[in-house]
């Protein structure tokens, strides 16, 4: 094999690589990866400050098309049991029956009913919230932060993140709602899935 | 804020309500010479009550342990008022179990579908029938009382074992069951001090199911789905039980008293001795986070009682070594976690 021939064939690999890496993927289910995606919450406090806490344990799967994007799904599944507030007692407060009421309650689920895109990898997600047994319809603005394969495997990976407010006391958590605890809470979810 | 959210929801609307409630009844009964159930609804409507003004009208159909509850306790009250229409101060021990095991199948509902198997189930169900129904055959007798009228130490005692237990159960993680317990609690009151006024015992035999029923659920809740612990709910179910003590001695009066301190003690020393936690506005009371010393250093500090470090002191001039010996044998032993 000439030097020229070498460059081209080694020319002509790169580009099919880069060509396959950079290519959009095709219609697939992807399953969350829990250990880097994050569930966090933000809640007011004696409407003062912004409090921060985190779920550790999020479960779902994605059906994402990105030819056809309305015919895309997703299903995320919250342990209400791995709320994390950095602190012992208050998490014990937070899974008690004053507020998620883990061990009745052991998920917060949400699962779409459909998805609009909005452009820019934009996308308008409704769905079913279910939380406290109490099951709501919610719509939230969902992004596509990226997509590309592992390289550390042959796994395809997606990302997305919505933000969102529920009224907790719609759900039945009512406790220390008002001016010591807002009724509002902010929802940041940040999925990253896989696909083999 | 503290009269809006605790004292309104929590003491005066149950204490109002109770007290329509057992007037209610009362004149009812009067007109028609018939007992009165008077304590039964006094009591369902002080638990509904702080129930409604704490959380709102329970779903229906429920979802929710303590928004079934909130139907049991109404249907037993109902089912009392009824007998006590007929003229029946007590009611079959039959019906007694019937509401003690839909209390249990009601409440744990979602540990028998989601956590136990067949087995398990049966096993804690059983059990739990077992003791709830006797709870239930201490409150009988207690309200019984064999129509001797409760002295003023009879009664608070059993004020203070039912308002214990509503202490017991604001430590354990769950101020909301603990705040029903309380609105119980001041059902309760209201009951005993009309009696007191009226001469009279206010209770009847049959009432002792709708008190079973309200603080046998919660007791339930709070174990299983918030932090009550097995030796601090067994505690309290003991204090119950040594109500049904023959009343003619003091010592067996008070006698309900002593596991109840314990359960409440433990579960404040518990609470106090807890490092570095400063969840919630406690900084007065607990250690600092700074100074936690270790096990072998608390020991020795809870049998020195001039060694106490300035910062660690609750009250000037306190001592609690059971502080120490809690702290102790909980770092000794993980599984004695249930402290």
């Known amino acids: ?196 | 804020m503290l009269f809006r959210t605790l004292i309104l929801p929590g003491v005066l609307l149950p204490a109002l309500f109770a007290a329509l409630a057992y007037g209610f009844s009362t004149s009812l009964a009067r007109r028609s010479r018939a007992t009165s159930g008077a304590g039964a609804l006094a009591l369902a409507a002080a638990f509904l009550t702080t129930f409604v003004a704490l959380t709102g009208w329970p779903r229906w159909p429920p979802v929710e342990a303590t928004q079934r509850l909130f139907f049991v306790v109404a249907l037993a009250a109902l089912i009392v008022w009824g007998f006590a229409l007929r003229g029946r101060a007590r009611l079959p021990w039959l019906l007694h179990a019937g509401l003690v095991a839909l209390v249990l199948g009601l409440v744990l509902e979602s540990q028998i579908e989601n956590r136990w198997s067949v087995l398990q189930s049966i096993g804690w169900l059983v059990a739990l029938l077992v003791l709830a129904m006797v709870v239930d055959w201490a409150l009988v007798i207690s309200f019984r009382g064999d129509g001797i009228r409760d002295g003023l130490l009879g009664i608070l005692v059993r004020l203070a074992v039912v308002g214990g237990s509503a202490g017991v159960l604001g430590l354990s993680q769950s101020a909301r069951l603990a705040q029903i317990a309380g609105g119980l609690a001041c059902g309760m009151t209201v009951v005993e001090i009309a009696g007191w006024f009226e001469r009279r015992r206010p209770w009847q035999p049959a009432d002792a199911a709708v008190l079973n029923s309200a603080l046998v659920g919660l007791l339930l809740a709070g174990y299983f789905y918030a932090g009550l612990t097995p030796l601090t709910a067994g505690l309290v179910l003991l204090a119950f039980l040594l109500l049904a003590l023959p009343q003619e001695r003091w010592w067996a009066r008070l006698a309900p008293l002593l596991p109840l301190a314990l359960a409440l003690g433990i579960v404040v020393a518990a609470f106090l001795t807890e490092e570095d936690d400063p969840y919630g506005d406690y900084s007065a009371l607990t250690l600092p986070a700074a100074r936690a010393p270790s096990a072998e250093a608390r020991w020795q500090r809870a049998w020195s009682p001039g060694s106490l470090p300035e910062g660690a002191r609750l009250r000037e001039g306190t001592r609690l070594p059971v502080v120490g010996v809690v702290s102790c044998v909980r770092e000794a032993s993980p599984s004695l976690q249930c402290i």
């Open chain 1, 1 to 196: 094999m000439t030097p020229s021939v070498r460059l081209a064939k080694s020319a002509l690999l790169g580009i099919t690589a880069a060509l396959l890496i950079a290519l959009p993927a095709a219609a697939a289910t992807y399953s969350v990866d829990g250990t880097h995606s994050s569930a966090i919450f933000r809640i007011k406090h004696f409407g003062s400050s912004n409090f921060y806490g985190v779920f550790r344990e999020v479960l779902g799967t994605i059906h994402y098309d990105p030819a056809k994007p309305d015919a895309s799904s997703i299903e995320v599944t919250i342990k209400a049991e791995s709320v994390d507030t950095r602190n012992q007692r208050r998490d014990g407060h937070a899974k008690s029956p004053d507020f998620l009421n883990a061990a009745q309650f052991p998920n917060i689920t949400f699962k779409s009913t459909s998805v609009k895109p909005l452009g820019d990898d934009r996308f308008e997600v409704t769905g079913a919230l279910t939380l406290l047994g109490v099951t709501k319809t919610i719509t939230a603005t969902a992004e596509k932060v990226g997509e590309g394969k592992s390289p550390q495997s042959d796994t395809q990976l997606v990302g997305f993140e919505a933000r969102f407010v529920v009224d907790r006391t719609d759900f039945g958590m009512g406790f220390m709602a008002g001016p010591m605890l807002g009724k509002e809470v902010t929802l940041i979810i940040s999925l990253e899935a896989g696909s083999h």
